[in-house]
């Protein structure tokens, strides 16, 4: 048992995309989308993470103008829903929007490389920020990744990252890291970080994962994307004793229940889990 076990905070996944690898169409319409969004905060989601374009291996890149058509009006109808928004967006302009329709963290896959402008707005307004490795972009990022030793290298890419966004102005205290489970990984990168990953967790800031439902799982257990719940469960159980602290998961009720007992397990004492970070 550790006392030093992180508070673990559940991140649902509200896509409102027509060509998410799990979930693209569902929510496309906003009304669906905000329902939810609702639903994922009466399960135990602590952040809600609101997306208008896929990152799934092969995406095609979407605009601004259809980018903030599509996640707007969710923004909006889900202000005072219980939960923290988060935008995932590397756009600066739509992250604008979406802080000023309430929400309080950009998630950017492409730690602030994608949009100049990104890493001065998020020192402007303050507010939380994540910053994923990523290996080149959606639509070539599984073609043959290769790395020396792939959790060396995302160790030094966030540790550069983080570099960069603290010279921009942006409080380290607010920036949180994601290794990109999926982005640009193979099978065996993946677990390599899964397995590793104390070694993310000493870089000192919280560590986002992101595993869920994801195509690794189903080869390792010959589960379609549906299915992949306990693979999942996994996942997160282990990150968790490793030092991760914020799990982004579709499905966020099992998420919740498995993480609180592990928590409680892990401390040999249990509290009611967290809602905010």
């Known amino acids: 048992m550790t006392a030093n076990v992180p508070d673990p905070v559940v991140m649902g996944i509200v896509n409102v995309t027509p060509d998410s690898f799990s979930d693209g169409g569902l929510n496309l319409d906003p009304d669906a989308a905000i329902a939810h969004g609702h639903a994922l905060v009466r399960d135990g989601a602590a952040i809600l993470?609101?997306?208008?374009?896929?990152?799934?291996?092969?995406?095609?890149?979407?605009?601004?103008?259809?980018?903030?058509?599509?996640?707007?009006?969710?923004?909006?109808?889900?202000?005072?829903?219980?939960?923290?928004?988060?935008?995932?967006?590397?756009?600066?302009?739509?992250?604008?929007?979406?802080?000023?329709?309430?929400?309080?963290?950009?998630?950017d896959v492409t730690a602030l490389r994608a949009d100049p402008r990104m890493a001065a707005l998020l020192a402007e307004r303050g507010c939380c920020c994540v910053l994923m490795h990523m290996l080149g972009e959606p639509r070539t990022m599984?073609?043959?990744?290769?790395?020396d030793d792939v959790v060396a290298d995302v160790v030094a890419f966030l540790r550069e990252r983080l570099a960069v966004a603290v010279a921009a102005g942006i409080d380290e205290r607010r920036v949180w890291l994601d290794p990109g489970i999926g982005f640009?990984?193979?099978?065996?990168?993946?677990?390599?970080?899964?397995?590793?990953?104390?070694?993310?967790?000493?870089?000192?800031?919280?560590?986002?994962?992101?595993?869920?439902?994801?195509?690794?799982?189903?080869?390792?257990?010959?589960?379609?994307?549906?299915?992949?719940?306990?693979?999942?469960?996994?996942?997160?159980?282990?990150?968790?004793?490793?030092?991760?602290?914020?799990?982004?998961?579709?499905?966020?009720?099992?998420?919740?229940?498995?993480?609180?007992?592990a928590a409680a397990t892990l401390r040999g004492s249990w509290t009611t889990m967290t809602t905010t970070t």
């Open 142 to 147: 599984q073609r043959e990744p290769r790395y």
């Open 49 to 107: 993470d609101v997306g208008g374009e896929s990152t799934r291996p092969g995406a095609e890149p979407v605009d601004e103008v259809e980018e903030l058509r599509r996640v707007l009006p969710v923004l909006e109808g889900l202000r005072g829903c219980g939960a923290r928004l988060s935008i995932d967006t590397s756009k600066a302009r739509v992250a604008q929007a979406a802080l000023d329709a309430g929400a309080s963290i950009v998630n």
């Open 184 to 261: 640009g990984k193979t099978i065996d990168h993946n677990l390599q970080l899964l397995a590793r990953l104390d070694e993310l967790a000493a870089l000192g800031r919280p560590l986002v994962i992101g595993t869920s439902r994801k195509s690794f799982l189903g080869t390792i257990t010959g589960r379609e994307t549906g299915d992949r719940i306990a693979g999942t469960l996994a996942t997160n159980v282990l990150a968790l004793a490793a030092g991760a602290s914020i799990f982004r998961v579709h499905d966020v009720g099992p998420a919740h229940d498995a993480l609180r007992v």
